[in-house]
């Protein structure tokens, strides 16, 4: 019976990614392969015979504007990325011209060769242009066959290395310019400052230094260009408050693009009639980068490319020229974004599904589905995620209707239930002001950051640890539990990182052990999740812990939907939200020595559903309880299915509807997971 509930589950996690891929893999136009030709005549105010490209990861347009020689010496403006802002996608699309597809994001974590549409690297190969990467792998992961194998890539997700990892990068500097040599392409890409935004946060004292290096390393290469080398200076996306990246925040989509032509050729001399025309626009799109260094170079702009040309970097007598040849680029293509060059137009995709991939999907989902039987009474649920309001700020929805399922078990329930339920009430009503969940807590904090940073400050945070441990640690009869309930505390002392690693795997194993063995399960799980969960949200669990606690089995029994709504609640407290720059990556990193691909997935699972699994654990025996959670994941599912096809051309379909799609699926795959042990 196991073998047969694993295979259904191997099938249904293979038919959810085929869903996702199947509705979002493919943007709704087909990339021509049109015949390129070289823009004759089209010069800029300054030679660009070779480039040298220095991307510096997660740089934020605002942070760009502290870094003295840049602002100084070059033509800084802003550049505009569109979601996901993660790398891969973003490379993509300052390499391609093009905006390109939501799926990139999977890629970007699960690697592959992905730059197969035409883009700037393959036009430079084919005219004999010499392509070295030095950096972010995310280049040869993609672009392997275009780069010379002495390119030295270093891996993008060992977060808490800031220094080696640019330090890497800073050596090749000097002794690849000094080859002076034509036609090349020299790609720097720099990760100091995204694994600080990621492990320390954007305001640490270690920020500020980076930045300052990485202005450093901008005057190092500017002072040491050949004569016809021209430098640009990206960034792939920004970085949320918090430090992390891939919505659609303005601290996040608002990147910088900076060009810088050799000393030789002296500062750049902008031609403009009027400050106020589109000859100087303020911002540009992410896909003009690749149409503008094409025509510098004196290279045939990428077929696929829908950009325009950043204006203010040619000439007057050229600019019209130049201009022609964009908008004859564009005539050819007749799925092209654009009906003209209007700079207001913003360059979009649209997704069209794969009939084929999805009957595959559907057929791989099905027998999961039919096997638990689920019901439609959560439909009206699902279908919240039609409004992109509601799917945004979700766990508003789902605290409100806890509360309310509280409240009427309170009324029509037994009566010696209302004491369970007027305490359960209280600490839903804590959770809620504690949530970090929703595209407004971006830029406006909730409740819960005033009272932590008050704990916090007052050195009171180990004091409230303890108690909710002592409480959890008196209720409990076996002695093991009692003590491995401890462990959590370990991070409160000064012991070197190898000594808390090795204790904190200790508890994660005993702990693991006592899930397995169904033994004091939620406290068990309470153990597990305090030994990897950021320190702020340890106080969560423990109150999703309480809240287990308080759910005595009669009430499961006779409303198991509490369960449902509760631990959507409890999901939402640990800031989980459709963004995917509230996915929390550095505290994984806390709890091992190196870079271990594995065991930082599986800590990044744990602590992204911390707030899940402290409730349902104890509960998904119940096979009312695993009908709800179907339930609601099935309806949920197809309706944001539903969602994405019929919101293709919506302005919020990269934002808000194909993030929704991404994380369900992620939700039905973990919890199809979860109850083969249940």
Known sequence: MKAQTAARTFFFCIGCVLLFVSIVGEDGTTVSEKEEKVCEGCTGVFKCNSAVIMVVDGLRYTAARRMRYLMSEGKVTMSLARPPTVTLPRVKSIMSGRVGVFSDLLFNFFGGETGSEPNLLRTLHRHNFTITAHGDDTWHRTYPKYLTPHSDPVTSFFVSDYTIVDDNVTRHILPELRKDDNDTLLILHYLGVDHIGHYLGPYADEMAAKEMQMDNMVRLIHENLPAKTCMVVVSDHGMTKSGNHGGSSTDEIETVAAWLPSKEQGRVKVEIEDAGNTRNPSTIQQTDIAVTLAL???????????????????????????????????????????????????????????????????????????????????????????????????????????????????????????????????????????????????????????????????????????????????????????????????????????????????????????LVTRLERWRAMVSLLGCVVPIEDGIVVFICGLLQE???????????????????????????????????????YEAVTGYHPVPLLVLTLLIHYSGLLTLAVSHLSSPDVRRHFTSYLICTLGCSAV????????????????????????????????????
């Open 550 to 588: 308080l759910l005595d089995k009669h009430i499961v029994d006779a409303y198991p939907i509490l369960v449902l709504l509760i631990s959507l609640a409890g999901q939402a407290a640990t800031g989980r939200s459709i963004s995917i720059g509230h996915l929390k990556f550095s505290p994984a």
């Open 643 to 678: 969602a994405v096809g019929v919101f293709r051309n919506h302005l919020f379909i990269w934002s808000v509807f194909t993030p929704k799609l991404l994380f369900t699926c992620m939700d039905a795959m973990f919890y199809s997971i979860l109850t083969i042990g249940c």
């Open 296 to 514: 510098l170079m004196g290279v045939p702009v990428p077929s696929s490319a829908e950009g325009l040309l950043y204006p203010s970097l040619f000439t007057n007598e050229t600019y019209e020229r130049c201009l022609q040849c964009v908008a004859a680029h564009h005539s050819q293509d007749e799925s092209s974004s654009f009906s003209s060059l209007d700079r207001s137009t913003t360059p979009a995709t649209e997704t069209s599904v794969n009939f084929p991939l999805l009957m595959i999907a559907m057929a791989c989902v099905v027998p999961w589905i039919v096997t638990l039987r689920p019901t439609l009474h959560l439909l009206p649920l699902g279908l919240s995620v039609f409004s992109s309001t509601f799917s945004e700020e979700s766990h508003v929805l789902y605290h409100y209707a806890a509360v309310s399922c509280v409240m009427m078990v309170a009324v029509v329930g037994d009566r010696t239930w209302r004491l369970n339920l007027f305490f359960i009430a209280i600490l839903l009503r804590v959770l809620n002001g504690w949530t970090q969940s929703g595209i407004l807590a971006m830029d406006f904090p909730a409740e819960h950051p005033r009272i932590l940073d008050f704990i916090m400050l007052q050195g009171w945070l180990p004091i409230v640890h303890t108690v909710l441990l002592a409480h959890t640690v008196t209720r409990t009869r076996n002695f093991a539990v009692k003590l491995i309930l401890l462990v959590p505390l370990v991070r409160y002392a000064d012991v070197a990182h190898e000594t808390g690693v090795a204790l904190r795997w200790v508890g994660i194993v005993v702990s693991l052990t006592f």
